[in-house]
């Protein structure tokens, strides 16, 4: 059975789009994802402001949707590795895209504060 947010209610697109990919720490967690594999821990650090709890949960959606591949290693400590799925990496365009169109917004809105360091952290790493 699908999850009730896969269900869009007006049955348009977007909406659909926006229940896959949607939230505040979805789309980072993506973004950063886009760039390689992620331990866990990294990705904390990347996105600070996101508890751990609210992480896991987050990447357990996505790795449900099919956006998010976990892989666990059998070592001791355990390693897990998150990478983002071939499905996942079309959605590169449409993230970029954002990054953009909040720069640009950023810029016309001359009062907002400047980009923080794990953003620009990852446009270094896409450039």
Known sequence: MRPKRLDP???????????????????????????????????????????QRMLTLQLRELE???????????????RVEYEVTALARTLAPVMLSLREWGENYRREQQNLPPVGPHCAASEAANA
């Open 64 to 78: 449900a949707d099919g956006l998010v591949l976990r892989h666990v290693y059998a070592e001791v400590p355990p």
């Open 9 to 51: 209610k007006s049955g348009c697109a977007v909406e659909l789009t926006l229940s896959v990919i949607g939230g505040v720490w979805k789309p980072l967690i993506l973004f950063h994802l886009l760039t390689g594999k992620k331990r866990f821990m990294e990705l904390t650090r990347l996105i600070p402001s996101a508890t």
